[in-house]
């Protein structure tokens, strides 16, 4: 049985200082499944009344392309989604067995590279049937826990962090131009943040086509952590550091999320600002 884990959530969207239109889209989910007593004359002692397991599911997407094109592609990345993870006959992992836990995480890693790609056909056949949204396209940054096991897709800059024990860790990798040349030693990991093509995508769903796969990541989480998963308006002007001060100085999610928003203002918030918090207790 995975471990008995609470998960407060919380989650911010803002349009930012000078955008006209907020092309982010985000979404949380619970999900899970259960055994709940009706009749038994079993005493609750020895049978309790439920037996439940819950996983949440967490995503965020930045759209681009002209018009209104990336508010649609965002949109309609995470609405198809949700189509595919509906059509799915499996809902929910099962990893308390250790003979078939690592085939479950594998298999359940083919399940979202599926998702993925059927995304980006969707966002591809939208795009080939209405010109105005030639290539329109999306970041994704997808994240699944259950239990202790975090799980993250991750196609595009929008980020996910692991907050732990106060110290603030990458959990995904941009697809940036700038991180690609830092990647292969052209330029430093400390010039990145500056580079002039470190908002030039290398990476997402939809676009102009070729195949796409995304980044997988498995983290295994602790009793404490804390999840970020946010788009560019957040990470593009917020440092490490800060982002770090705000989740160490903040007594819930729904604050931390308040303050990243503020943050982002402060900064000037010349792009729409999408953010998500999770932390993880011990269930009483």
């Known amino acids: 049985m995975p471990h008995a884990i609470r998960v407060e959530i919380s989650a911010r ?30 005493e609750e002692g020895e049978l309790e009344s439920r037996y439940d397991v819950a996983g949440h599911i967490m995503a965020v997407a930045d759209g681009m392309g002209g018009a209104a094109a990336g508010e649609v592609a965002s949109r309609e990345a995470l609405l198809e989604a949700f189509r595919l993870i509906l059509r799915s006959p499996k809902w929910l992992l099962t990893l308390d067995d250790p003979l078939t836990r690592s085939s479950e995480i594998q298999s359940f890693f ?13 966002l591809l056949r939208h795009a080939s049937q209405n010109p105005h949204a030639a290539g329109m ?6 994240v699944y826990s259950l239990g202790l096991d975090l799980f993250v897709a991750h196609v595009g800059d929008s980020r996910a962090y692991l907050y732990r024990d106060g110290v603030l860790h990458h959990i995904t990798r941009d697809h940036t131009v700038a991180q690609h040349l830092a990647d292969s030693g052209t330029i430093s990991q400390e010039e990145v943040d500056e580079h002039p093509e470190r908002h030039i995508l290398t990476s997402v769903v939809g ?19 804390a999840v970020v998963v946010c788009t560019d ?7 490490d550091e800060e982002i770090n001060e ?21 900064r000037g918030a010349p792009d729409n600002v999408t953010v ?4 993880y207790f011990e269930r009483s």
């Open 13 to 42: 969207t803002d349009r930012g200082l000078r955008r006209e239109t907020n092309e982010d889209a985000y979404l949380v989910f619970r999900t899970g499944r259960f055994l709940q007593r009706v009749q038994s004359n079993i």
């Open 110 to 122: 083919e399940r979202v590279r599926g998702y993925i790609a059927g995304m980006h056909d969707a």
């Open 137 to 142: 396209g999306t970041t994704l940054t997808l």
């Open 207 to 225: 676009g102009h086509g070729g195949a796409l796969q995304g980044d997988m990541h498995h983290v295994p989480l602790q009793v404490g952590d």
């Open 233 to 239: 308006g957040l990470s593009g002007q917020a440092k």
């Open 246 to 266: 705000v989740l160490r100085n903040a007594a819930s999610c729904d604050d931390a999320c308040d303050a990243l928003i503020a943050l982002a203002h402060e």
């Open 276 to 279: 998500i918090v999770a932390r």
